[in-house]
């Protein structure tokens, strides 16, 4: 059936701003990686040049290109796996029956998603300090030595991923209890008369109906994951020895340190290619064990 006019007129709006600031910028990007546009065609654009695919192709031949996909892909690995663990059980307890001052607790543990991350990321670098900071204070009291936290190539990322964990986990323990909530209670009711454990109700019937909501936030959480960059900026600059470069990090550099925008476009565009490769692969993982017509084996 095709859509009246007066449809097409209520749309127009959201798809003139969608193609105006989205889809222009975007193809405005593509020509640009296959350009060198640098400071010199920014001066002049008789500068610039067309050299189709030789942005990429250079990128792949960059050893910090593939460092810094590493950084991301092991932030994305580690981070991932404990933002979702980290949303979920915080759900889970906000959601049990026995949890009192739930408001409370979900505004507090919300609390760091709304803040801003520069102002904590100042935080957490003077908590990790190697000389004053809190966390050495602590060990110091165990009698651990100190850890160059954010100094020693080994501590840095793992540190960038406790406070990203910590920073972002509160969004999805929203969502997720908002799943929690929807599951029927009958269900833990006719489970418990039949004599099923607390585990066997978490793995039979919440696991099962948090599907959706699962696959839903790890695709949101990759994708926020993968463009790390805040994090490492304020924190560590990309050190030590460049152990903490990103993707995101190395377009940025490569685009408003260097002005090399042909390069950092290119960058942009492999790492959506990277970020949709990973969401396909969820998708088809998804489905693994469904009928066609979507529901269990």
């Not at 981070?79 to 009192?100: E, I, Q």
């Not at 520069?118 to 900071?133: E, K």
């Amino acid at each position: 059936m095709k859509p009246p006019r007066s449809a097409w007129l209520f749309l127009a709006p959201a798809l003139v701003v969608l193609g105006v600031f989205f889809l222009l910028p975007v193809l405005a990007a593509l020509v640009l990686s296959l350009t060198d546009y640098d400071l010199y065609a920014l001066a002049d654009l008789r500068n610039l040049r067309f050299v189709g695919f030789g942005n990429y192709w250079a990128l792949l031949q960059r050893p910090l290109f593939w460092s810094a996909l590493g950084h991301t892909v092991y932030f994305v690995a580690v981070g991932v796996p404990l933002s979702m663990g980290a949303s979920l059980g915080a759900a889970l307890l906000l959601n049990s029956p026995l949890a009192r001052c739930k408001a409370l607790f979900r505004t507090a543990l919300f609390a760091p998603v709304v803040t801003t991350v520069v102002a904590v990321a100042v935080i957490w670098r003077y908590l990790f300090n190697t000389r004053y900071g809190m966390a050495n204070h602590l060990l110091d009291l165990l009698g651990i030595h100190p850890i160059d936290w954010l100094g020693d190539p080994h501590w840095a990322m793992p540190t960038i991923i406790a406070f990203a964990v910590w920073k972002n986990f509160g969004y999805n323990m929203i969502i997720f209890l908002a799943g929690l909530q929807a599951i029927p209670p009958e269900l833990y009711e006719a489970a418990r008369i039949d004599g099923a454990s607390s585990w066997r109700q978490f793995r039979h019937i919440t696991l099962p109906m948090l599907k959706p909501t699962l696959l839903m936030v790890a695709i949101l959480t990759v994708s926020g994951y993968f463009q790390l960059f805040a994090e490492p900026y304020v924190m560590t600059e990309g050190g030590p020895l460049q152990s903490t470069v990103s993707v995101l990090y190395l377009m940025y550099d490569d685009g408003f340190k260097w002005w090399n925008l042909g390069s950092a476009s290119a960058v942009a565009f492999l790492l959506f290619l990277l970020m949709f490769a990973a969401t396909v692969l969820m998708l088809k993982l998804s489905r693994r064990g469904e009928h066609p017509d979507g529901g269990p084996a």
